[in-house]
């Protein structure tokens, strides 16, 4: 696999939901960090998600919000 995007989390899924026409596929990338993503339900189907398989998350954003408590 080959992209532009230098973030890329190797994790094992540990969840797939699948909704009306949108998946939420959560990825276990270690340190008991879970990487949650939004996709479509097609998307699953032609990667072939499932628990247990291996997969990226790949973040490509412009902007990067930061927050803390008041």
């Given at each position: 696999?080959k992209?532009?995007?230098?973030n890329?989390?190797k994790?094992?899924v540990?969840d ?5 026409t949108?998946?939420?596929?959560r990825?276990d990338?270690?340190?008991g960090?879970?990487v949650?993503?939004?996709?479509t339900?097609e998307?699953v189907?032609?990667l072939g998600?499932?628990?247990?398989s291996?997969?990226y ?8 919000m ?5």
């Amino acid at each position: 696999m080959k992209v532009s995007a230098r973030n890329q989390l190797k994790g094992t899924v540990v969840d797939v939901t699948k909704g009306a026409t949108t998946s939420h596929v959560r990825i276990d990338i270690g340190g008991g960090s879970v990487v949650t993503a939004s996709i479509t339900n097609e998307a699953v189907d032609e990667l072939g998600l499932s628990v247990g398989s291996t997969a990226y998350a790949v973040i490509k954003a412009s902007d990067v919000m930061v927050g803390v408590d008041a």
